[in-house]
């Protein structure tokens, strides 16, 4: 750091400490094909280097030692001498990566929770909401900022011109939602990948809006800009339909790929804009990312309770190769029941981790174990041999082993050890 104010003599040495460095590769990678004349050349003036260094020798013998060192690696360096800055770097970049996969592999792999299946405990993409007209956007200095802190990207849709403001809806298994369509994309301008756009009407010129395919956040977005929240929302489509006013219908492809369509109904949202104003307006918070011990469940086996991250590629109900990470409910011979928003093991409320007690008693935002699937009410699953069940801290929000079924040992990855990033009160050890 302080080289800059170094003697002449310092910086000498230190590029002579250097210099060794480099005659010792050549020598090592190279003297297989080396004549032995010049190998036992290189190999005394390097040990004339290395004398004069321990010697604490004058500059001018150092300097002299030096220049007869080059000589001797010009001729016997091959691609090792000269070496650009560029080859330098390459090779350092080359080695870090290295570990970096070795590390990754065998050891600690970061890992970042896409989906809110596990809220609270992890936190998937969550939206935070600046109401256009109720409340004001961070200005361009504290959206850099809290990019930087919790990975804030801003997100908006834009009147085109003046006028009413409408959007297609369709029906889910949850209710009422937004319409959406499922397109190409990039990530971070460069990496591609698919994206859900949506689009709002003014008078009927649309204005759109994409998010990762896996943000899951827009409805309330949409739901809190409009009416409030979902009591409001859901008096609105009471208040049209008492109307009479007809909605035009269509049937819409969500996705083209999957070949997924659904009936829509356009719904006017009950506002006014201006040209240029936004129609929604809102910043999407990263994923809670976190490192996972790859290491320790190839010594002791998963236990109840712990976080749990799995490979989903050999799981039938799944069946692409993704990572997922819910909690640990079953091992091998358990039986798992679900009654009253309690989760039952062997005929016992399970235990094991806070999580647990807190969705027993609904508290602190987990909302409980809901009865889904194979876990509907009066049935129960049995965990077969060499597998495991795993279910979402969110289980109002969550697919599961309720819906897909068991883990195969085999797909096991590892736990959870600590939520690195973004810089929330959730930073530090994971739960």
Do not use: C
């Not at 596990?118 to 850099?144: D, H, I, K, L």
């Not at 495991?388 to 969110?394: E, Q, R, V």
């Amino acid at each position: 750091m302080f080289g800059i104010f170094a003697s002449p003599a310092r910086k000498l040495r230190q590029s002579a400490a250097h210099w060794l460095e480099l005659a010792d590769k050549v020598l090592h990678f190279r003297r297989d094909i080396l004549p032995p004349a010049e190998v036992a050349e290189l190999q005394a003036q390097t040990a004339a280097v290395r004398r004069l260094l321990k010697e604490k020798a004058e500059t001018a013998k150092l300097k002299l030692g030096l220049e007869s060192l080059e000589e001797i690696l010009r001729r016997t360096g091959g691609l090792h001498y000269p070496k650009s800055s560029l080859v330098e770097n390459v090779e350092f970049f080359l080695v870090a990566a290295i570990v970096i996969l070795g590390i990754r592999t065998y050891f600690v792999q970061p890992f970042k929770i896409p989906t809110n299946s596990m809220w609270p405990t992890y936190y998937g993409m969550t939206a935070e909401n600046f109401v256009p007209g109720r409340s004001e956007a961070p200005g361009p200095v504290r959206q850099v900022l809290r990019l930087a802190a919790f990975g804030a990207q801003r997100r908006a849709a834009v009147a085109p011109q003046a006028g009413e403001v409408s959007a297609d809806f369709i029906s889910t298994g949850n209710g009422v939602a937004m319409a959406y369509t499922v397109k190409r994309g990039r990530n971070w301008f460069i990496i591609p990948t698919q994206v859900r756009e949506y689009t709002f009407y003014v008078d009927g010129v649309p204005a759109t809006v994409s998010v990762p395919l896996d943000f899951h956040d827009f409805d309330r977005v949409v739901v809190e800009t409009f009416f409030g929240d979902r009591k409001q929302f859901a008096n609105h489509l009471r208040t049209l339909e008492r109307s009479g006013r007809p909605l035009a219908q269509s049937t819409l492809t969500l996705n083209a790929q999957q070949g997924l369509r659904a009936p829509a109904y356009r719904v006017p949202l009950g506002r006014q804009v201006s040209e240029d104003e936004a129609i929604v307006r809102f910043d999407i918070l990263t994923g809670d990312q976190l490192f996972v011990d790859r290491m320790s469940y190839h010594f002791v086996r998963p236990a109840v309770g712990q976080g749990f991250v799995f490979r989903t590629g050999q799981i039938p109900g799944i069946g692409q190769e993704q990572y997922y990470i819910k909690r640990l409910v079953g091992v091998p011979g358990d039986t798992l029941e679900i009654r009253d928003f309690t989760l039952y093991r062997n005929g016992a409320p399970i235990t094991g981790s806070i999580a647990f007690e807190k969705n027993a008693q609904q508290a602190d935002g987990y909302v409980g174990y809901r009865n889904y699937r194979d876990l509907a009410e009066g049935l129960t699953m049995t965990v077969p041999t060499a597998s495991y069940l795993a279910l979402g801290d969110n289980s109002a929000n969550s697919e599961d082993g309720r819906s897909w079924g068991y883990v195969p040992a085999k797909e096991t990855v590892g736990r959870p050890l600590f939520i690195y990033y973004p810089f929330t009160k959730r930073w530090g050890p994971a739960r």
